[in-house]
Structure formats: C-alpha cells, structure tokens
C-alpha cells in the first residue's frame, strides 16, 4: 500500500471523525491484511527522554533508508480533549523529508497512554511503512497498554529518578523486550539503574518464545548506544520471523482488540451475549467487531 503525506493525513482525520464508516473500515481491513512495518513501542515516565531517543532512531532508520511513521500520544487537553502537541514539537525531524510522517493523537481518558483511535492509526501505517514507532504518554504502571499493539516494546529508564525501582514495584517488568537506559552519560548512576533492571528482568517468567530482554545504556544527544539499540531491535524482530511467531503474536493482539471493542461498546453484558470472541485466521478484527456490533446493538 502507498499514500503520500496529505493523503494519509486525511486518512487519519477521517478515522477520527468517523471510525465506524463503512470506507473506514474498507481501508482498515485492507490495511490489516497487509502488514508491511514493524512497529517498535517506545513507553515510560514522563521526562526520561523518549522524544530525543525516538529523533534518534529515526535519523538511524532513515540513514539506511527505511520509511518511518510515527504515532506520538500526547496528554490531552483538559478542555478541548485534543492532543497538546509537546511530543511531535520536541521530535527532530525534516518536514521535507516524505520518508517520515509523524501523527499526535490525543490520550484523552485512556489510562494506558493509547489514544481509542491508535490502534487504527497504526494498522494503516503498518501496510505503508517500513518501521512504525508509537511513543505513549507514559504514565506510570498502565503504560502496559502499549503491549497490545506493538511487536517490539521498548521501556525507558532514567538514572538516579528512581524508575528502575518503580519498574520492578509497578509489574511493567514482564512487558519489555527491550530496556534502554537513557542519559547514559551519567556514568556510574546510569550503570547501577541498568544493573538494578537487569536484575529484575531476570526474576521475570520466561516468555514462551524464549526471548531473553536486554538492557542497554544509550546516550541520545551523543548519539552513543543508539546503534547498539537498534541491532537489538533488529534481532528481536528476526527472533519473531522465525517460526512464524510474529504472525501469532498479532493474532493474539487481534483478538484482544475485538474483546476490548466489544466491551467499551457494549459492557460485559455485551461481552457475555456476544459468544465466541475468537478470531477465524486471515479474518480483519475491524470487520468482525463490526458485524458483532450489527448483532448485538
């Protein structure tokens, strides 16, 4: 699938303005069953330096020549219920540049730092690019949410601020693949937060997979962990090709989707009447919740 930048601007605002509509969910499904980036989820508190990380890794992506789109969930306003704008501000890319296209969409009430709609963004930016990255709000233990979404989940940590300790109390531990510890340049307070994170990584139940998550120390201004971050990327997404771990991984995703779309729209009532919530393989989860929603409302 290809769109240029004002054609998948309108794209996205008229998913916005009406996500239940028929052409919406035409392209949705399209979309779904046309898979083309890896999406790469960058989560954790405010203030750990997420937005410089992620200009980071753009310019890195985009030096070997991969298409980026980036979904940037910022807090909302309290008035308006848009999104404030900060995180798409502090990124530092060119706006000329076609090869990358950043969205801010607004969290509103979501407490897992997903804006309702991101979902539907990133399914529509995964058929176009080659790495789609979703930076969340980042509010504490229900950044969990970026999860659900994303095939590669990366946490960031900050020395000395204490959220190497909040990762191990908060149960975000089992989430990551992967753990960067930012402002590296801090020397020994960033080594002991990687050790403190290491060690908890390390009282986590192995995945079924068998992916063992790695903790890396990155300085994003001096550009110095940056590469290593991204090999460790890049191997975690070989390490989901293999056996087709990432096509059941999405599935998995999938049907969570179409559960959680039944209950905000229709309660656990809904949820109950519904019955099978199964997804049949090849399916779109856009046209079932659909079809769900025709039958039970």
Do not use: N
Not at 207 to 236: C, F, K, N
Not at 253 to 278: C, M, P, T, Y
């Amino acid at each position: 699938m290809t769109m240029d930048k004002p054609t998948l601007a309108a794209a996205l605002a008229r998913l916005e303005r009406a996500p239940d509509a028929d052409d919406v969910r035409a392209l949705l499904d399209d979309s779904y069953r046309a898979p083309r980036g890896h999406v790469v989820g960058v989560t954790g508190p405010p203030g750990v330096g997420k937005s410089t990380l992620l200009s980071a890794l753009i310019a890195a992506w985009r030096a070997r020549g991969e298409t980026v789109g980036v979904i940037a969930v910022d807090p909302s306003s309290r008035r308006t219920g848009g999104a404030l704008l900060g995180d798409r501000a502090r990124l530092a890319t060119d706006p000329s540049d076609d090869g990358v296209f950043v969205r801010s969409m607004a969290a509103r009430d979501r407490l897992g730092g997903l804006a309702e709609l991101t979902l539907g963004a990133m399914v529509i930016m995964r058929a176009i690019f080659d790495i789609v990255l979703v930076e969340t709000v980042g509010v504490g233990q229900s950044e969990t949410d970026v999860a659900g979404i994303a095939d590669t989940v990366v946490f960031c940590v900050q020395p000395g601020s204490g959220d190497s300790l909040q990762f191990m109390k908060a149960g975000i531990v089992e989430i990551p693949h992967l753990v960067a510890v930012t402002k590296a340049d801090l020397g020994v307070m960033a080594e002991r937060a990687a050790s403190d994170v290491t060690g908890a990584l390390s009282l986590a139940e192995p995945d079924s997979a068998a992916w063992q998550p790695r903790t890396l120390l990155v300085s994003s201004r001096a550009r110095t962990g940056v590469p290593e971050l991204i090999a460790a990327i890049d191997a975690h997404r070989r390490h989901l090709t293999e056996g087709g771990r990432r096509a059941l991984a999405r599935h998995a995703q999938a049907e969570l989707w179409l559960v959680e779309a039944i209950r905000d729209r229709f309660g656990r009532h809904g949820l109950a009447r519904a019955g099978d919530l199964s997804l049949p393989p090849g399916k779109s989860p856009f046209a079932r919740i659909a079809e769900l929603s025709r039958r039970l409302g």
